[in-house]
């Protein structure tokens, strides 16, 4: 862990804004303490820098490796290196895994940045701006451990990132799961009692999305009471809503940060690497994005087992999967110059063999795929955008408060639930329910978060029995030429499985991580 904190430490004194583009880099002429964060203008630019860049090693494809492919919603090219040569489809990860060492270096460099600004901020008075920044810092920084913890486990925690590099011993344990994840808790409910009402600026977190991520949270760890009191908190706050243009949201950079959002990180199209949304040039279909960018990869597709999971006339298969036939008249490229039509079938006249795609499932994710060109320019080389990637949107509070009213109940025809429930359920097109069941509520959460990097937690948090039912029913095979399917599963066993393994870099570094955890508080 050693390069991970080193690295926060050299940035704290060069932290990045995200202010209004999430981008622009105030120019702090060498500041001091003393010197700086005098402003709210100079605070606000610090805080915004957390909402981007250090997430991209988790965004870049750690972010579907993790919540989608492992969990059987999504599979990677066969062989890809960068995906893991295939092991989060069969479930085998290894601690020498490049995206189990991106997604700890990331998580660990938002949280370090985080608490090097907070412990800054609370040097400089008590001024309302600072008191603001410092609540961002601490939302921030729970949310990254809120990853840590559900990720890895039993993980460390770092309260004082500077005081730490200085030191020069870097043996920092792993802390037990459940003190990690009250780590995040108390960042979050600290959070909101600073967080203003509404958003300052676009994207910004306010006091309900503290609120929504605790609600989140406490639902993850079983809390039920502590998860319906949070959610009900969000919902009475009446400052959010169901936003009516579901795939618009993650297609269309118009649609960011609407009223669905309570927390999404922010991506700049024309910041270049590792500021920008890069999700598109891996998932999205070369017949899309190679004339612009020569990007386009299919690296991660959607799995033959979440295609067949939609219910019949669920609006949200059409709206997060390309599937055969689909078009968008918008989206325009040298080999689509009246619009994207998306053929997996060679029914297009296709001489020159650009026009049609046939990958293992015959399909390619829609979500985060904001186009070609025409529609994102040209700024960024690799197809890189400005889509946000949402966290947490109000659909998720909706039915976090439904599966909170459900409790440990086999089903409910509480009025409360019901509404909730529908409300998310209506918008995909589908009738609304008179009796909701643990089964329902799981089964709108794949549909509704598909591609979002949030079924695997809702997989785990059911723990190993319930865990090793879903996972080993899974197709992960793919379409063979005429139709039938090259069955592929795994053989989930293990509860170790459950979490992914600490990097074997970090153990090197660090050998107390190879020691049993520890209580924290």
């Known amino acids: ?102 997604a700890w270096t990331a998580f660990y460099q938002v949280a370090g940045n985080a608490t090097v600004l907070l412990n800054t901020l609370k040097q400089k008075g008590s001024a309302p701006y600072l008191q603001q920044g410092e609540a961002e810092c601490e939302f921030i920084r729970g949310a990254a451990y809120f990853y840590i913890g559900r990720v890895y486990g039993a993980a460390p925690i770092v309260s004082d990132p500077v005081a730490l590099a200085s030191s020069g011993n870097y043996n920092v344990p792993r802390y037990v799961q459940s003190d990690v994840l009250k780590f995040a808790l108390t960042d979050f409910l600290n959070a909101y009692a600073a967080l203003p009402s509404t958003p300052y600026e676009p994207g910004r977190v306010t006091k309900w999305s503290a609120a929504g991520m605790a609600a989140k949270l406490y639902l993850y760890i079983g809390n039920y009471d502590s998860a319906a009191y949070w959610s009900n908190v969000v919902i009475q706050s009446g400052q959010y809503s169901l936003f009516p243009d579901y795939a618009g949201m993650f297609t269309q950079i118009a649609d960011n940060n609407n009223v669905e959002s309570l927390f999404a990180l922010q991506w700049v199209g024309s910041g270049g690497y590792s500021y920008a949304n890069a999700i598109q040039a891996y998932t999205a279909p070369s017949t899309l994005l190679k004339p612009d960018f020569n990007t386009g990869y299919s690296s991660a597709l959607p799995t033959i087992d979440l295609l067949n999971s939609y219910v019949i006339g669920d609006s949200r298969k059409n709206w997060s999967i390309m599937l055969q036939g689909y078009a968008n008249p918008a989206w325009k490229n040298a080999n689509f110059p009246n619009g994207f039509t998306y053929d997996t079938t060679g029914a297009i006249p296709d001489p020159n063999g650009v026009l049609t795609i046939l990958n293992p499932t015959r399909t390619n994710a829609l979500k985060y795929t904001a186009g070609p060109a025409n529609v994102i320019g040209t700024t960024n080389t690799q197809g890189g955008n400005s889509l946000c990637v949402y966290v947490l949107r109000y659909a998720d509070v909706l039915l976090i408060n439904a599966e909170s009213i459900l409790a440990a109940n086999g089903s409910t025809t509480d009025p409360q639930a019901l509404s909730d429930f529908n409300l998310v359920h209506e918008r995909a097109g589908l009738p609304p329910v008179t009796s909701i069941t643990k089964a329902m509520i799981f089964a709108e959460r794949r549909a509704e978060f598909a591609f979002e990097s949030d079924y695997w937690y809702d997989i785990q948090r059911q723990g190993f029995t319930a865990a090793s039912a879903i996972l080993n029913a899974q197709e992960r095979g793919s379409y063979n030429g005429d139709g039938t399917i090259n069955h592929q599963g795994v053989t989930f066993t293990q509860a170790s499985q459950l979490f992914m393994p600490i990097p074997a870099d970090e153990v090197l570094a660090d050998p107390a991580l190879s020691s049993a955890p520890v209580p924290y508080y």
């Open 1 to 102: 862990m050693k390069r991970n904190y080193l690295y926060i430490l050299m940035l704290a004194g060069t932290l990045s804004s995200c202010s209004k583009s999430f981008l622009d880099r105030p120019s702090l002429n060498n500041p001091t303490e003393d010197t700086y964060y005098t402003t709210a203008a100079q605070v606000e630019a610090a805080t915004g820098f957390l909402y981007n860049q250090p997430w991209y090693n988790y965004l870049d494809k750690a972010y579907h490796c993790i919540g989608e492919i492992y969990s059987g919603n999504m599979i990677s090219s066969a062989g890809d290196p960068n995906y893991g040569n295939n092991s989060y489809v069969y479930m085998t990860v290894s601690p020498n895994d490049g995206q189990v060492l991106n």
